[in-house]
């Protein structure tokens, strides 16, 4: 009873932090604070509602077990994050977005390559990563090399249709204006498409920093090597230790987090001329 009580004050106390800091005049600390006071909320509120209904363990950890396996298994962890992220997930993402940006410009240099490229590319976004993942595997053993094929294949796409869509978004006046000065195509490409397809280049860029870790972390289910996320977690599920397969979600949360938090921080620097980034 005095844990479902210290979940609801939790919960309370938390919404009144909340409430205001949103009446406060927008500032940056404001804008951490609010997302760090609302995660420890709901961490007090599930601590707590655990430990008051006695829910067990199997099912559902406390977030301070949580705490005390990823501490105690740091190192386990690590080489799990190395395997997954920096081997599988990074490369990937790296080869998938490096070909899809090539590619885009292509598609703009040469028109007819649209008709071809972007119909297989939507086909290819379409498969399913259950069924492809096995077969990458095969393909490419089961090291971090298939698992980088897998996450090859999911952001492609998105980094393709988003590139493509950029290097279109100049007006006719603006590239009338470039060819008043004579301005070659690949000047125009790089002083005047490229820097206006940015923020959609960015775009796709994001979206690939999550799908390059869902991918990685799937296409460990069908055979890895004795690490890696994937595989952990799927050993861990069977041994019941839900403990340990919380805590490789929180790294792997962290990891994706920090990813996309540095993607934006990129983006803010090279757009920053773009209507979006201004306060």
């Known amino acids: 009873m005095i844990w479902l009580v210290f979940a609801a004050v939790a919960w309370a106390f938390g919404m009144w932090v ?8 927008p500032a940056r ?18 601590e707590g ?23 105690s298994s740091l190192d386990i962890l690590w080489v799990d994050f190395v ?11 790296v080869l998938g977005c490096g070909a899809a940006f090539l590619i885009a410009v292509a598609i703009d240099r040469f ?3 649209q008709r071809g490229l972007l119909p297989v590319g939507n086909f290819v976004a379409a498969l399913p990563v259950i069924g492809m993942a096995p077969i990458l595997v095969m393909w490419f053993g089961f090291d971090w090399q298939s698992k980088a094929a897998v996450v090859v294949v999911m952001v492609f ?33 790089f002083k005047l498409r490229l820097p206006a397809a940015m923020p959609f280049v960015f775009n796709g860029l994001k979206i690939g920093t999550t799908l390059a870790l869902i991918g990685a972390i799937v296409a460990e289910f069908f055979g890895s090597p004795v690490r890696g996320m994937g ?10 230790a839900l403990d340990l ?13 920090a990813f996309y938090g540095a993607m934006s921080l990129f983006e803010r620097r090279v757009t920053f001329w773009h209507p979006s980034q201004r306060n």
Do not use: C, H
Request: charged share 10%.
């Open 18 to 25: 909340n409430i205001r800091l949103a009446r406060l005049r």
């Open 231 to 240: 595989f952990r977690i799927s050993t861990s599920v069977g041994q019941l």
């Open 157 to 189: 796409f998105p980094m393709l249709v988003n590139t493509v869509q950029g290097l279109q978004a100049t007006d006719a006046m603006q590239r009338d204006l470039m060819r008043t000065y004579a301005a070659s195509y690949w000047a125009t490409l």
């Open 111 to 113: 028109p007819f390559l």
């Open 83 to 93: 395997q997954t992220v920096l081997k599988g997930a990074l490369s990937g993402y």
């Open 245 to 257: 397969v919380w805590a490789e979600i929180v790294v792997a949360a962290i990891a994706g987090s």
């Open 29 to 46: 600390w404001v804008s951490f604070a609010a997302p760090l006071v609302f995660g420890a909320t709901l961490i007090a509120v599930w």
């Open 49 to 71: 509602i655990v430990r008051g209904l006695e829910i067990s363990q199997v099912l559902l950890p406390a977030p301070s077990l949580i705490a005390l396996r990823l501490v």
